[in-house]
């Protein structure tokens, strides 16, 4: 097809869409933060992608621009447009994904159910909310921020001064996001891609289960889905693409309320941690459907292989040598479930892989993927 993808960020990420790339017969470029990256093997070079002169340079070697991450600044993403440079996620959608206030206020506008939610410049706009809602709530920082960082819970107006403080010094005129205590069941993600000409692609709504604020478990589809949840989530999600202009994959991040309600949480503009069982679990992995959406192609087909898939995160890894030191044991013992390792250096908190199962009894294909996964964790 004579077609470089270049990527931005050499992440996991990434680094899972190398073997789809080469299935496809595309060229991927990876413009890595830093050597020994998880996408070391497409890393072409390494730089800093806040420094815009390294990132027009880079665009110059690809013919469509896409992400690993949100982070690269809106000048930069706004001068790659006017020079006529693919870019899929664009800036316009990528904003949403970058600023939390700003996605709060669009999905708002858009109609979608969200968290009750408000901008707060101070302790004493904060304390208002507080007296509001129960007495307590939920702040996040508008920018950055992932796996559980930039979020705390608050019981009184001063406990996030630090942070206002932070952002008094800043001189950006700054504010925080509050929100609602959402009294949810469970955590719900749905995945959906749409490419440029317009087309949506839905793959099922999932469950995930979160420790420390980091996903460990995937559940697809998500027990006790089918009907009226499942239908629910893929109009959320396609009406949030379509809202916003998102091109390539799209995350969101969903709350199942103990009174059924589905709430928009999270947006993640690019192959999510919630969609690594379709790697192997369903006929088009989100890492293929990413390139297919980003170059214009036809997407493909998302059903699911196997009744149920689960995919477990090794998170943190082996005390003491490698990964692969447990691949014997964790092949024997294991025969049917699949490993991912990210090139990472073991490190408590940090993903350093993934398992995945499928099959048709449930309960089988947990233990199976939680006891892999803790083969390689101490």
Aim: hydrophobic residues 45%; proline residues 5%; charged residues 20%.
């Amino acid at each position: 097809m004579n077609t470089t993808v270049g990527v931005i960020g050499g992440g996991q990420l990434a680094r899972m869409m190398i073997p789809a790339a080469v299935n496809l017969g595309i060229e991927l470029r990876v413009l890595a933060e830093g050597e020994g990256m998880s996408a070391g093997l497409a890393a072409v070079e390494v730089g800093d992608y806040r420094d815009r002169d390294v990132v027009l340079a880079f665009a110059e070697s690809v013919d469509v621009i896409t992400f690993d991450h949100e982070h690269v600044p809106q000048e930069i993403l706004r001068e790659l447009v006017s020079r006529g440079v693919a870019v899929h996620p664009g800036p316009d959608a990528l904003l949403y994904a970058q600023d939390k206030l700003l996605m709060r206020q669009r999905l708002t506008e858009l109609g979608l159910p969200v968290p009750d939610w408000a901008r707060v410049e101070t302790a004493a706009e904060l304390g208002e909310f507080l007296a509001g809602h129960g007495g307590r709530a939920v702040v996040k920082t508008a920018r950055g921020g992932y796996d559980g960082k930039g979020v705390r819970l608050v019981s009184h107006e001063h406990e996030a001064d630090d942070w206002f403080a932070a952002l008094a010094e800043d001189g950006n005129a700054g504010a925080l996001l509050v929100e609602e205590l959402v009294d949810f069941r469970r955590e719900l993600a749905q995945l959906v891609a749409r490419r440029p000409s317009g087309q949506i692609a839905v793959w099922p709504v999932v469950e995930t289960v979160q420790k420390g604020g980091v996903c460990a478990e995937v559940i697809a589809p998500a027990p006790g889905s089918e009907g009226r949840l499942e239908q629910l989530a893929a109009d959320i999600a396609v009406r949030v693409a379509e809202g916003v202009g998102v091109t390539g994959m799209l995350a969101v991040e969903l709350f199942e309320t103990s009174d059924g309600r589905l709430l928009v949480n999270e947006l993640a503009m690019r192959p999510h941690n919630s969609g690594h069982w379709s790697i192997e679990g369903s006929t088009t992995s989100q890492f293929e459907q990413h390139l297919r959406a980003v170059l214009d192609l036809p997407l493909g087909a998302t059903d699911a292989r196997d009744p149920w898939t689960v995919m477990v995160n090794i998170i943190g890894g082996p005390g003491v040598g490698a990964l692969s030191e447990r691949f014997p044991a964790a092949f024997a013992a294991h025969p049917s479930v699949k490993v991912h390792t990210y090139g990472k250096a073991p490190r408590p908190g940090r993903k350093v892989g993934h398992v995945t199962a499928g099959g048709s009894d449930l309960d089988d294909v947990v233990y199976q993927t939680r006891a892999t996964a803790a083969i390689f964790q101490d």
